[in-house]
Nanobody, 115 residues
Framework: QVRLVESGGGLVQAGGSLRLSCAASGSIFSINAMGWYRQAPGKQRELVATITTGGSTNYADSVKGRFTISRDSTKNAWYLQMNSLKPEDTAVYYC?????????WGQGTQVTVSS
């Protein structure tokens, strides 16, 4: 099992920044992809950004140029730096990890952007 714990969410004004962190523990060997997803009220969960163990990244069009995903393999953690936040970025953000084709999820952290 892989356990994921997010931190760093909160309330911020539009134009502000937040940094989310995801700490992984448990059977973390052979995790080959990590990411961030979000779910706004009444909407489906959507991809925000992913990063592979090789460092390849992928972003949703809506966050390109504003968000940056990174990882620290020495700490078994990955991060989402969110700049120029907009009210439409308001959602519960979940970190994820894929290992042997199985997706694991954290409990989520709320991000609220006020206008």
């Amino acid at each position: 099992q892989v356990r994921l714990v997010e931190s760093g969410g909160g309330l911020v004004q539009a134009g502000g920044s937040l940094r989310l962190s995801c700490a992984a523990s448990g059977s973390i060997f052979s995790i080959n992809a990590m990411g961030w997803y979000r779910q706004a009220p009444g909407k489906q969960r959507e991809l925000v950004a992913t990063i592979t163990t090789g460092g390849s990244t992928n972003y949703a069009d809506s966050v390109k140029g504003r968000f940056t995903i990174s990882r620290d393999s020495t700490k078994n953690a990955w991060y989402l730096q969110m700049n120029s936040l907009k009210p439409e970025d308001t959602a519960v953000y979940y970190c994820s990890a894929r290992r042997y084709g199985v997706d694991y999820w954290g409990q989520g952290t709320q991000v609220t952007v006020s206008s």
